[in-house]
């Protein structure tokens, strides 16, 4: 028989639950500000839509500006998820093997936004109407992306399947504005998938073209 759980087990239990729901709280508040917006969301719109009192809130955020924090957190893990170990600068080592890591990078990047564009809108729209500091910790994403865009150049370059008189740095800065310009025509007609998918096709031949050797 077994016998009643352990205190060791009741904290693991207790904790388990605790975030279970601080996710699920997280997970309404994208929703609410995916549909209010921001500004007019209150802390009790959150609540009711899980059913949940204030306190039960607060003990888990100390306010609305906090769990926007927590929600900009998430989609910026589940953007740089896509850029696996497998997918790393370094993990390919020709020509074909970049492309086809490239499409992988596109697809995985594509399963999140356009599968749901509220994460675009909530990254480059709302999140950057809050205040100066989201605004950069945004922005970094985008830093963070030309970083990596010129590490996966610079290692193409080194091993001689890229072009040698490739400008990394320049390069990468126009890539990234290529992958924007697709968001925000996103942004415009959401629901046009196939139009989303031959734009990002359309990129990589593009920078293909230019960046490979020949």
């Given at each position: ?49 899980l059913g949940i009192g204030h306190g039960t809130f607060y003990r888990h ?108 740095d320049g390069t990468a800065r126009a890539v990234v504005g290529v992958i ?33 050797r020949r």
């Amino acid at each position: 028989m077994t016998g009643p759980p352990t205190t060791t087990q009741a904290r693991t239990r207790a904790e388990r639950l605790r975030q279970e729901l601080r996710e699920e709280i997280v997970t309404a508040a994208f929703e609410e500000f995916s549909q209010r917006g921001y500004h007019d969301t209150g802390i009790a719109d959150i609540a009711q839509r899980l059913g949940i009192g204030h306190g039960t809130f607060y003990r888990h955020f100390k306010n609305k500006r906090d769990i926007l924090d927590h929600v900009v957190d998430g989609l910026l893990a589940r953007i740089l998820e896509a850029l696996a170990a497998e997918n790393a600068p370094d993990a390919v080592d020709t020509l074909d093997e970049y492309v086809e890591q490239c499409r992988r990078i596109s697809g995985a990047l594509s399963e999140i936004f356009s599968a749901d564009p509220r994460v675009a809108r909530m990254l480059l729209l709302e999140a950057t109407s809050i205040d100066a500091e989201l605004t950069e910790r945004v922005l970094g994403l985008f830093d963070t992306a030309t970083a990596l865009t010129a590490a996966y150049f610079m290692h193409g370059r080194e091993l001689g399947y890229l072009r040698a008189d490739l400008d990394v740095d320049g390069t990468a800065r126009a890539v990234v504005g290529v992958i924007l310009a697709n968001l925000l025509q996103g942004l415009r007609t959401p629901a046009d998938r196939e139009a989303q998918r031959r734009t990002a096709d359309a990129g990589l031949r593009l920078m293909f073209d230019g960046i490979a050797r020949r």
